[in-house]
């Protein structure tokens, strides 16, 4: 095996190299076959990334011990403590050149004296003078190391001794430094994201959420150069104001929704006191005010939350309807209604945005490039403090340039595009698809029609509504003319009758068991049909979700949807051509999932898959949101090619215990098993094993050491999985894992290398300038960017014994980009990885109702959450989960792309 097909430098963790700021240890991957050279030429871009300058030879590095550590727990705190620290007078000598993570850890540009300890008494924001009884914090800054700046410029300078160093630490102090003025005056979100009250740019998304434009920065090793990654980046914030107010807004904007997704972990500000006395949330009990009781000894015994408030403080609740929220501890609670809350200002969003909500975000963000660039240039370079005026960067002796770095870059020719009959010619990543048909249509003379009713105004009023047959006529027409058997004969055509509302019926159940009945009483088991269209009145988080659960998952039924509003349009303004459109876009999914072939590319951008047998495979993880039930598992996809076109991906899903430690596990558990699945569903379609497996791992985060782990845990799975299938087996490997979460933007410099929008052209490659020092990376733009500031992938390569050169997986990338099924166009992720994404998102409505509590109605009765140690409830909504899951996607479906 060459030694490009091996892991790398004794197993320390990547931690992200170049990328995520974190830092570099060996591991990086495979190295790089040199730099792409195809087509001839090239295009000079400026990235969003600045040189950064310092004449400091060392820095020295302190830890941060604040006791009693108690009392200094919470983040926030400890944050108000550093703050108070820098009034310190043992201290306050030394606040212009030091930099510090508001927690644990110091970096000082100079030598401090040791030992450095010193008493703060605590006081809140706003208050001038501490409470006499007010907590004494003792702060100890103890020495920990120097950190020496010479390895780094050897690292930057690509020499072959230098790959195994250790970056992180020195790359996250420096990262402290250039972060520490946007600290001390933003609102940071997450570790390199800071958003400012009194400049930021903000858009309200309802009445108690709020779109906040602030800046991402990191530092990132390049070569020969440290540079700083600044980009514009958007974040939805709680709107300041009254908790009630917000929460009845959120219960609006859900349908009832539980507002535990929204206030839970919110720090508020108490009113009925006389003064504001900062809290945090523990959680949102499911009793209101009248319900809720406790024993208070002064009131004479039990009393509940209403009456306690009416007769201490003579205040009358306004909103006794809602739940009362609990501001104490486990041990000690303390409930109080939410009208005599404050929201602060500055606290991120962490619940899930309504679908308004969401295009009025995507609305505000979508800015063209200059208009990005300008918003660095003037607002973000001073915000974030990397101006020459800026105290910190003084201290340690730090420059920023003012321009963004110039970059080379190639455009990548598309693939030819071939059908049955007609050979379009993509054009800014795109192709029209009249008078063609699919290359292979798929048999849909089988199939059948379910009419969801929910009495609205779309709706066809039943079967035998007389536009129904001529709808459907047209919609089989297009299926036809585009290559498809459709049989002669018209389909089944069902009714559900009436389902019951959604304010009588929490998360849709009877209505989803009323569908399930109208199924089974209406289909032939024996003969199912081919596919059900299922035609809907509007968007519901439980009818689309529970449907097709019932498809995959029970009965084993291929189910595509059409919103009706969207197929049969305004009625006043009849418009053919979007209808005509719009049943385009549906024929597409139709005759991917019965097997049909709706594209595919000549020999010659297929060559590099094709010249030995192939299997193309792609990797995704999907985790459990804020608004989900404590335990929900993760989901995990993995999606295989089984044809030499490389158009049909059947799917593997695995749900998997998170570590109730971490937020989310990004490793695939089961992958070895799910592997095998795919493997031998090859086997059987080929005949053979596969000589080639190429993987696209998607889901993988640049930051953290997240990289070394798919070598460290995900490839001896892969291997395993090789031994497992024959124990002589071994297929050439290689696996790229691909990134849409990082911040590196485009700007052409020149008109010709522009989009009519400013954005960089479809086809552009970056693989100089801003990729990793040693590893084998790239940035590709293969499709158009329609609208904003166009984002690239990063494809960057962990493991390799195929021996690929540059050229060939970036021109391959590109071209197998054209081959999204469901589209006429290039697509931002390469297939496999889109499709595993796809496959993580359908699996996500097997488990809907516990992914998506904030969607379902609350109740004010009694909960058994309220009585659960926080282990019992994870566990019990785990093995909830697995229950629900059952045995997964029906055998029926199994082979093919069910999830399309």
């Known amino acids: 095996m060459s030694n490009r097909g091996q892991s ?136 920990k190391r120097e950190l020496d700046m010479a390895p780094l410029d050897n690292y930057m300078s690509g020499r072959p001794e230098s790959e195994t160093y250790d970056t992180l630490p020195l790359v996250s102090a420096l990262n402290l430094v250039l972060q520490q003025h946007a600290q001390r005056n933003g609102f940071r979100v997450g570790k390199n994201r800071y958003f400012f009250r009194a400049s930021s740019e903000r858009q309200a998304l309802s009445l108690g959420v709020e779109a906040w434009r602030g800046f991402f920065i990191s530092v990132r090793p390049m070569y020969k150069q440290l540079m700083v990654n600044v980009n514009v980046c958007m974040t939805a914030f709680y709107t300041p104001g009254n908790l009630a107010v917000a929460m009845e807004e959120f219960q609006r904007n859900t349908g009832g929704g539980m507002p535990r997704a929204f206030a839970e972990k919110l720090r508020v500000a108490t009113t009925h006191l006389g003064y504001a006395r900062k809290k945090a949330i523990l959680r949102i009990t499911n009793q209101t005010p009248k319900q809720a009781r406790f024993d208070c000894q002064e009131l004479g015994g039990m009393v509940t939350v209403e009456e306690y408030f009416k007769r201490k403080y003579k205040i009358t609740l306004r909103h006794p309807n809602l739940p009362v929220v609990d501001i104490g501890s486990k041990q000690k609670p303390n409930l109080i209604p939410p009208e005599l809350c404050e929201i602060f200002p500055g606290q991120a969003y962490r619940g899930k945005l309504s679908p308004t909500e969401t295009a009025e975000m995507i609305k505000y963000a979508c800015n063209p490039p200059i208009v990005n660039a300008m918003s660095i240039r003037d607002q973000g370079m001073p915000d974030l403090g990397l101006n020459p005026a800026s105290n910190t960067l003084n201290g340690f002796e730090v420059s920023v340039s003012t321009e963004m770095t110039v970059i080379p870059s190639r455009v990548l020719p598309p693939p030819a595009i071939t059908y049955q009959t007609g050979r379009p010619s993509p054009r800014d990543g795109s192709w029209n698809i009249l008078n063609v048909k699919f290359h292979v249509g798929g048999n849909m003379s089988n199939w059948a029609v379910l009419l969801v009713q929910e009495g609205r105004r779309d709706e066809f009023s039943g079967t035998n509504d007389p536009d129904l047959m001529p709808f459907l006529r047209t919609f089989s027409e297009k299926c036809r003319s585009s290559g498809m058997n459709v049989g002669q004969g018209p389909p089944k055509v069902m009714a559900t009758g009436k389902l019951p509302p959604p304010n009588r019926d929490s998360n849709r159940r009877q209505a989803l068991e009323q569908i399930r009945q109208t199924l089974i009483s209406n289909l032939d088991r024996n003969k199912k049909p081919s596919f059900i269209l299922v035609l809907l009145s509007g968007v519901d988080n439980f009818i689309y979700p529970g449907i097709k659960r019932l498809g995959d998952v029970d009965m084993g039924l291929h189910t595509v949807h059409m919103l009706l509003n969207k197929a049969r349009g305004d009625p006043r303004r009849p418009n053919p051509g979007k209808q005509d459109q719009y049943f385009s876009n ?149 696996i790229t894992i691909c990134g849409k979460r990082h911040h590196a933007r485009f700007f052409p410099t020149d008109k010709k290398d522009a989009s009519k929008n400013g954005n960089t052209l479809p086809g552009t490659v970056v693989d100089k300038g801003i990729t990793d020092v040693y590893g084998f990376d790239w940035y590709l733009q293969a499709h158009s960017g329609l609208q904003g500031h166009v984002r690239p992938t990063h494809y960057y390569v962990v493991y390799d014994d195929s021996q690929f050169s540059a050229d060939t997986l970036q021109q391959g990338t590109h071209t197998a980009s054209y081959l999204y099924a469901r589209a006429t166009k290039a697509v931002s992720l390469v297939p496999p990885a889109y499709y595993a994404d796809l496959a993580c998102e359908r699996a996500r409505y097997y488990l809907n109702t516990l992914l998506n509590l904030a969607d379902q109605q609350s109740s004010t009765g009694g909960s058994t959450s309220g009585r659960l140690s926080d282990e019992e409830e994870r566990q019990r909504n785990f093995d909830e989960a697995i229950k629900m899951w059952g045995n997964g996607i029906h055998s029926d479906l199994k082979e093919s792309m069910f999830y399309i």
Do not use: C
């Not at 919470?74 to 927690?103: C, F, S, T």
């Not at 999606?639 to 998997?656: E, G, K, M, R, T």
């Open 8 to 143: 790398r430098g004794g197993g320390r963790g990547r931690g992200g190299g170049g990328r995520g700021g974190a830092g570099s240890p060996a591991g990086r991957g495979s190295p790089a076959p040199g730099r792409g050279a195809q087509p001839t030429g090239s295009a000079l871009l400026r990235a969003n990334f600045k040189a950064v300058r310092t004449t400091k030879k060392t820095l020295f590095d302190y830890e941060v011990v604040i006791e009693p550590k108690g009392k200094a727990a919470r983040a926030d705190r400890k944050a108000r403590i550093m703050q108070l620290l820098e009034e310190h007078p043992e201290y306050r000598p030394h606040v212009g050149y030091v930099a510090h993570d508001q927690a644990q850890r110091l970096i000082s540009a100079a030598k401090l004296p040791q030992p450095l300890s010193m008493q703060v008494q605590y006081r809140e924001e706003g208050e001038n003078t501490a409470r006499d009884n007010a907590m004494i914090f003792t702060v100890d800054i103890k020495f």
């Open 586 to 734: 549906v024929a597409l999914k139709v005759n991917i999932k019965l097997g049909g072939i709706n594209h595919k590319l000549d020999q010659n951008a297929m060559s590099w898959l094709t010249k030995s047998k192939t299997m193309v495979v792609g990797i995704d993880v999907t985790h459990p949101g804020p608004s989900s039930a404590k335990g929900t598992p993760s989901i995990a996809a993995v999606v295989a090619s089984i044809d030499n076109n490389f158009v049909h991906y059947p799917a593997s899903l695995s749900p998997q215990k998170p570590d109730w430690n971490r937020d989310a596990k990004e490793m695939v558990e089961n992958l070895s098993a799910m592997m095998i699945e795919r493997l031998q569903l090859w086997q059987k379609k080929n005949k053979s094993l596969p000589d080639r497996v190429i993987i696209f791992r998607d889901g993988v985060s640049e930051a953290r050491g997240q990289y070394d782990l798919v070598i460290q845990e995900e490839l001896p799975r892969i291997l395993d999985a090789f031994k497992r299938v024959s124990p002589s087996y071994r297929p050439k490997l290689t």
